[in-house]
């Protein structure tokens, strides 16, 4: 579906992303995952053509986004972190807007109004103006906005970023349903939870992906055991535990201190003496399974 070689972009003296290689197979959900300022927005917008690049190709359907980019734009949808829709329209107002860019003939919008209203529970609202509407109804016309030209490949720059939990659930619901209608999703994230959600995903640090594949497969390759303590002082267990030389890493994971030893470090018991001795009271340790933020914390 969409393919891209050695994606490489600077702005100025700072280099955004460097050299970038990965495929987003057809059907899937691809997460796009990383901190602010990782590159994430600068490569999805070079996958839609918005922005130009220095280095490498991007394939859509073997079809090159550099050469033929409106080709390719007529497939693609793009929903930014921040859509700004006009808000002195209504609803159906902004959808027939959408469409008139996309040349969507008249016969096709009433079926696909009604389509992605139902999907979508946006039918008693459609008349409404913008201006009136949640942050999450807002999020839902953008979603409808995006797909009423039936794309192949749906990009999203962080679509969860200030939901609350709950939204955030319903949201990806939406996007399953998205994926069984047979487009391919493209969605970056900060949020390492998410990850579990994707088929696929990309970690990236600092402009370059330090591991991609399944969630499964990248929490596969974490190396060595990991470890979690719980205790009554946590600042004290993560400046003891970091101190120690069979000690790699040392983090925060709300109540609990996850810590991950060397393939022949300290074991739960051993961890669990070297804080009893250093006078913490009340601790536990517990080894555990790691998790995509514990694998990019370690790759990190």
Excluded at 100 to 128: C, T, W
Excluded at 218 to 233: C, E, K
Excluded at 271 to 277: F, K, N, P, R, T
């Amino acid at each position: 579906m969409l393919q891209i070689k050695n994606l490489s972009k600077s702005y100025g003296a700072k280099k955004a992303v460097s050299n970038l290689s990965f495929v987003v197979e057809d059907g899937d959900i691809m997460g796009f995952i990383g901190k602010n300022g990782a590159g994430k927005t600068t490569t999805l917008k070079a996958c839609l053509g918005i922005i130009g690049i220095d280095e490498g190709e991007i394939l859509l359907d073997g079809t090159s986004v550099l050469k033929e980019p409106m080709a390719c734009k007529r497939k693609m949808a793009y929903v930014p972190d921040n859509p700004q829709l006009d808000e002195y329209m209504t609803g159906l107002q902004y959808l027939n807007f959408i469409c008139d860019i996309y040349e969507v003939p008249s016969k096709m919008r009433k079926q696909n109004f009604e389509k992605l209203a139902s999907a979508f529970q946006m039918g008693p609202h459609l008349n409404n103006l913008i201006s009136s509407y949640s942050h999450g109804m807002k999020q839902k016309l953008a979603l409808c906005c995006a797909l009423v030209h039936k794309p192949e490949v749906l990009f999203l720059d962080e679509p969860t970023t200030g939901v609350d939990a709950v939204s955030r659930k319903e949201f990806w619901e939406m996007l399953k349903r998205i994926k069984e209608s047979g487009v391919t999703i493209m969605v970056s994230t900060p949020y390492m939870d998410e990850a579990s959600l994707c088929d696929r995903i990309a970690l990236i640090l600092d402009g370059r992906i330090i591991d991609q594949g399944t969630p499964q497969e990248i929490v596969s390759r974490y190396p060595g055991p990991l470890y979690a303590a719980t205790g009554s002082n946590m600042f004290q267990i993560l400046n003891t535990l970091r101190s120690d030389k069979g000690v790699i890493g040392c983090n925060s994971f709300g109540c609990e201190c996850h810590i991950s030893v060397e393939q022949d470090g300290p074991d739960e018991h051993q961890l669990a003496s070297i804080l009893e001795a250093s006078g913490i009271e009340g601790c536990q340790v517990k080894r555990i399974k790691p998790g995509i933020e514990d694998c990019f914390i370690r790759l990190s």
